[in-house]
């Protein structure tokens, strides 16, 4: 019986190592970093990562979000969103900053002066001004509706103090910050 068990065995040695030598490459393979991010293939969620960048721990490039303010130099009459056709050149820039850098994105931020008692009706204001802004960018310069978003402060973040026409006038305005997101870039030490 032991001469059968032993010959079972060793019958089935040259089986059982072909089967591991296969298994062994097999995860060999896995645990290459085939696009050098210090992720192992068998984790790697995003297999064409940039070696430039830093990863999470599937493998894909982490973002920083970057965001910077375009100067719109747009300013409304008193009580009024209606959007003078001398600022339509200003919004074609912004929307051809938007054409020329597809990732961006852009809040408008509405704003309107302290005349007035009621700020229901100032935020009210300030949001419609925005939203003429936001409605030009997607209506007429096709800037995707998902890219451009808008917000009314009210009179709640003033651009000049005082309260006279000059103040006032400045602070009836719309304001862009665009976004992007910004690949974080690995610490070079040499």
Same mark, same amino acid.
């Given at each position: 019986?032991r001469a059968?068990?032993? #010959? ?10 072909? $089967? ?8 060999a393979a %896995? ?11 068998? +984790? ?27 100067? =719109?130099?747009?300013?409304f009459e008193?009580?009024?969103?209606? =959007? ?12 051809? /900053? ?5 990732? =961006? %994105? ?5 704003? /309107?002066?302290? *005349?007035?008692?009621? /700020?229901?009706?100032?935020?009210? #204001? ?5 939203? $003429? !802004? ?16 808008? !917000?009314?402060?009210?009179? $709640? ?17 719309? %304001? /862009?910050? =665009?976004?992007?997101? *910004?690949?974080?870039?690995?610490? +070079?030490?040499?």
């Amino acid at each position: 019986m032991r001469a059968l068990a032993l #010959l079972v065995v060793v019958g089935l040695l040259p089986a059982c190592s072909q $089967m591991m030598v296969h298994t062994d490459l097999k995860s060999a393979a %896995n645990l290459q970093d085939r696009d050098r991010d210090g992720v192992i293939n068998e +984790r790697d969620q995003c297999q064409d990562s940039d070696v430039r960048f830093v990863v999470d721990g599937q493998g894909c490039t982490l973002y920083r979000a970057s965001e910077e303010n375009f100067l =719109l130099d747009i300013n409304f009459e008193n009580g009024s969103g209606y =959007l003078h056709p001398r600022y339509y050149p200003v919004v074609r820039s912004l929307a051809q /900053a938007l054409s020329d850098n597809p990732t =961006l %994105n852009v809040l408008i931020e509405g704003h /309107a002066s302290t *005349v007035g008692d009621n /700020a229901g009706v100032n935020y009210k #204001l300030s949001l419609r001004r925005a939203r $003429m !802004i936001a409605d030009l960018l997607i209506a007429k310069y096709a800037i995707a509706s998902s890219r451009v978003s808008v !917000i009314g402060r009210g009179a $709640m973040a003033v651009k000049a103090e005082g309260d006279n026409s000059v103040s006032h006038r400045q602070n009836r305005r719309v %304001n /862009a910050v =665009l976004s992007d997101k *910004v690949p974080l870039e690995k610490n +070079r030490w040499y």
